[in-house]
């Protein structure tokens, strides 16, 4: 039996504007936490899959530094909430993180990844929610320009690391080299694109340029065509990731190639001696920083101890240290921010001018890509060394 028409609206308007008053709605994106007790942050890490030697230190240091700025009174009188995801080094599942820290978790800002094919998978959604990303050690110099105005990064780019080995290889071993790099990997076929051109600048011959592909495990063809050669190059340079760079190394040294072989911050991995075993000596890589808890500088020393205490280990790599400074980096900015507003930490990262990281001191300026120096590291008995600290007389365009 229905209710009376005139009873029916006031019943209804009642139950809505009641219903009204239970229903808050969602807050946009950057703003979410600006009245809150936490501030949202986005971690977006390769805890699992073939990325994870890099990454997980990266986020481990992430979330120490976390830690201790929540110890010490957080930032604007609230407690960071750092919201790490494990992007499993799967370009679909980094996509749907991506989304997950907009739209779900409602971050105010996003860190992580160590890889620039990760970045490029989630920049771009976060880019489109306005919110600020930095990444802790994707070291394309593209990437301000491939997602946008909100993406920095706290290391060094591919081409002033590549321009460190190639002058480095050039004054240290000589004016011939061997090229080979992984094709299948934006970083890898980046980095060795610029070592070519600074190399040969420099007035370098490469005897011979080869590739592989990212997943290949056996590399006898390419070292059959280097056992061809009339005369062996004065190094060998391979741009190659963490999870293939023990192999092609030890692969080398079997085949009887035991010349110097330079890479990059790839190589900055346990997993580089733990599988190539003494065929990693006379191997050098640019990186970072050493992580060494008596010959690095007074800030690694203080972080190893931090980082050992919380983790019970050292940290495996200077990823674990990049990782570190970005939290701290993304807290200062937040800081001079006064605000947890996405436009105004953009604003506050952008102008920041000499930050006391770890792992240098970071600046930006015309470009969100900061310009650092550059630890390359040599392998003897099995350690890493310092081999040398240096800053590219000449870098090449990104």
Same mark, same amino acid.
């Given at each position: 039996?229905?209710?009376?028409?005139?009873?029916?609206?006031?019943?209804?308007?009642? &139950?809505?504007?009641?219903?009204?008053?239970?229903?808050?709605?969602?807050?946009? *994106? $950057?703003?979410? @936490?600006?009245?809150?007790?936490?501030?949202?942050?986005?971690?977006?890490?390769?805890? !699992?899959?073939?990325?994870?030697?890099?990454?997980?230190?990266?986020?481990? $240091?992430?979330?120490? +530094?976390?830690?201790?700025?929540? +110890?010490?009174?957080?930032?604007?009188?609230?407690?960071?909430?750092?919201?790490?995801?494990?992007?499993?080094?799967?370009?679909?599942? !980094?996509?749907?993180?991506?989304?997950?820290?907009?739209?779900?978790?409602?971050?105010?800002?996003?860190?992580?990844?160590?890889?620039?094919?990760?970045?490029?998978?989630?920049?771009?959604?976060?880019?489109?929610?306005? =919110?600020?990303?930095? /990444?802790?050690?994707? @070291?394309?110099?593209?990437?301000?320009?491939?997602?946008?105005?909100?993406?920095?990064?706290?290391?060094?780019?591919?081409?002033?690391? *590549?321009?460190?080995?190639?002058?480095?290889?050039?004054?240290? &071993?000589?004016?011939?080299?061997?090229?080979?790099?992984?094709? $299948?990997?934006?970083? @890898?076929?980046?980095?060795?694109?610029? &070592?070519?051109?600074?190399?040969?600048?420099?007035?370098?011959?490469?005897?011979?340029?080869?590739?592989?592909?990212?997943?290949?495990?056996?590399?006898s063809a390419q070292i059959a065509k280097i056992k061809a050669l009339a005369t062996q190059p004065d190094f060998y340079y391979i741009a190659a990731m963490p999870y293939n760079v023990g192999p092609v190394?030890?692969?080398?040294?079997?085949?009887? =190639?035991?010349?110097?072989i330079i890479g990059g911050d790839g190589y900055d991995t346990p997993d580089l001696v733990s599988v190539a075993g003494a065929a990693a000596e006379n191997v050098f890589f640019t990186t970072h920083a =050493?992580?060494?808890?008596?010959?690095? !500088?007074?800030? %690694?020393?203080?972080? %190893?101890?931090?980082y050992k205490k919380e983790y019970s280990h050292d940290p495996e790599n200077a990823f674990a240290a990049l990782g570190y400074d970005t939290m701290y980096l993304l807290a200062d900015a937040i800081k001079?921010?006064?605000?947890?507003?996405?436009?105004?930490? @953009?604003?506050? %990262?952008?102008? /920041?001018?000499?930050?006391?990281? %770890?792992?240098?001191?970071?600046? &930006?300026? +015309?470009?969100?890509?900061?310009?650092?120096?550059?630890?390359?590291?040599?392998?003897?008995?099995?350690?890493? !060394?310092?081999?040398?600290?240096?800053?590219?007389?000449?870098?090449?365009?990104?």
């Amino acid at each position: 039996m229905m209710k009376p028409k005139s009873l029916v609206l006031p019943i209804l308007l009642v &139950f809505s504007l009641l219903l009204g008053a239970c229903v808050t709605p969602a807050a946009p *994106a $950057g703003s979410a @936490t600006t009245t809150g007790d936490s501030i949202k942050i986005g971690g977006g890490f390769a805890l !699992t899959g073939d990325e994870s030697a890099l990454d997980l230190p990266a986020a481990n $240091g992430a979330q120490l +530094a976390a830690k201790e700025i929540n +110890a010490a009174g957080g930032v604007l009188g609230k407690q960071i909430d750092l919201i790490v995801h494990d992007s499993q080094y799967k370009m679909d599942v !980094t996509a749907q993180i991506a989304k997950q820290f907009v739209e779900e978790d409602k971050a105010v800002a996003v860190i992580g990844f160590t890889d620039t094919d990760s970045v490029l998978a989630s920049g771009p959604t976060i880019q489109n929610a306005g =919110l600020p990303f930095i /990444t802790a050690g994707a @070291t394309s110099p593209k990437i301000p320009t491939q997602v946008g105005d909100k993406m920095f990064l706290a290391c060094f780019g591919d081409n002033v690391q *590549a321009a460190a080995g190639a002058e480095f290889g050039f004054n240290k &071993f000589g004016k011939s080299a061997y090229l080979l790099w992984d094709k $299948g990997v934006e970083y @890898t076929t980046l980095l060795g694109g610029y &070592f070519k051109s600074r190399y040969t600048e420099l007035g370098g011959t490469l005897v011979l340029e080869d590739q592989y592909d990212d997943k290949a495990t056996d590399f006898s063809a390419q070292i059959a065509k280097i056992k061809a050669l009339a005369t062996q190059p004065d190094f060998y340079y391979i741009a190659a990731m963490p999870y293939n760079v023990g192999p092609v190394v030890k692969q080398f040294r079997d085949a009887g =190639l035991t010349g110097p072989i330079i890479g990059g911050d790839g190589y900055d991995t346990p997993d580089l001696v733990s599988v190539a075993g003494a065929a990693a000596e006379n191997v050098f890589f640019t990186t970072h920083a =050493l992580m060494d808890a008596t010959g690095g !500088t007074d800030p %690694i020393k203080k972080f %190893i101890a931090a980082y050992k205490k919380e983790y019970s280990h050292d940290p495996e790599n200077a990823f674990a240290a990049l990782g570190y400074d970005t939290m701290y980096l993304l807290a200062d900015a937040i800081k001079r921010a006064g605000s947890t507003d996405a436009e105004a930490i @953009t604003k506050a %990262i952008k102008e /920041t001018k000499d930050f006391p990281g %770890i792992t240098g001191k970071i600046t &930006f300026g +015309a470009s969100n890509v900061p310009q650092k120096g550059v630890t390359i590291i040599a392998i003897k008995d099995g350690k890493f !060394t310092l081999g040398a600290e240096v800053v590219p007389e000449k870098v090449p365009a990104p």
